[in-house]
């Protein structure tokens, strides 16, 4: 089985706050995503990277760098943080190369910032 | 950009019932999936679909893919409770550089009453 995992599943942070939301998969998949899910839009992606040290820009990607050093894992980062990226986060990874490829999620991050 | 519309956004049945929840997107769909959430945890996979009409079942849910009206359906026949949550429609587009993106529909909460 695929396995998704996140350093945390509840983080609570102060405005101006630098974040790090790390994310983890042990299966060896080239691709890593980082959405943001909130009420009433969704799922939104923010960044994802087709392969190590490689990083797309998503949908929203203001406010949010990413890294991605070693194959398995992808970490989400907020410089600043704040209360507008109070949210829920959530890390998925696919298999590069097939329209086809299933993205396995995480168990996600609820992030509040006050 | 593609969008996903789903409906209905919310949907309650009592247990036993059957219940369908429609995606319809703003574009061709070449793959399409289904993902289940439960409050405040990830997405769990249920089932993709890929062009060409295709339909999947797994236990009492079953998927279609219309290509011809850009929809998928998913219907639960004789809902239990364990079937509540929130189901979400994704769509695969090319991003390059070889990796697919998911666009989300916003998703439709299931609620089933004993």
């Known amino acids: 089985d695929v396995k998704v995992t996140q350093s945390s599943r509840y983080l609570v942070k102060r405005t101006g706050e630098k974040v790090f939301l790390e994310c983890v998969q042990d299966?060896?998949?080239?691709?890593m995503f980082w959405y943001r899910q909130d009420p009433g839009l969704g799922l939104r992606l923010i960044y994802f990277?087709?392969?190590?040290?490689?990083?797309e820009k998503g949908d929203i990607p203001e406010g949010y760098s990413v890294s991605r050093e070693k194959k398995e894992r992808f970490s989400l980062i907020l410089e600043s943080a704040s209360t507008n990226q109070t949210s829920m986060y959530l890390c998925?990874?696919?298999?590069?190369?097939?329209?086809?490829?299933?993205?396995?999620f995480g168990p996600g991050t609820r992030l509040t910032v006050l | 950009s593609q969008e996903l519309e789903q409906s209905p956004q919310s949907l309650i049945v009592q247990e036993g019932k059957n219940l369908t929840i429609n995606c319809t997107s703003s574009?061709?769909?070449?793959?399409l999936y289904w993902y289940k959430q439960k409050y405040g945890e990830g997405l769990i996979f249920l089932m993709m679909?890929?062009?060409?009409?295709e339909e999947k079942s797994h236990e009492k849910i079953t998927a279609k893919l219309d290509e011809k009206k850009q929809q998928s359906s998913l219907h639960i026949t004789a809902s239990q409770p364990s079937h509540a949550g929130i189901y979400l429609c994704?769509?695969?587009?090319?991003?390059?550089?070889?990796?697919?993106?998911?666009?989300f529909g916003k998703g439709t909460k299931l609620s089933v009453i004993p």
């Open positions: 998925a990874s696919s298999i590069a190369g097939i329209y086809t490829d299933t993205q396995y």
């Open positions: 299966m060896d998949h080239e691709n």
């Open positions: 990277s087709y392969d190590v040290k490689m990083k």
């Open positions: 574009k061709t769909l070449y793959g």
């Open positions: 679909l890929q062009k060409g009409g």
């Open positions: 994704g769509a695969s587009s090319y991003s390059g550089a070889g990796s697919y993106q998911l666009t």
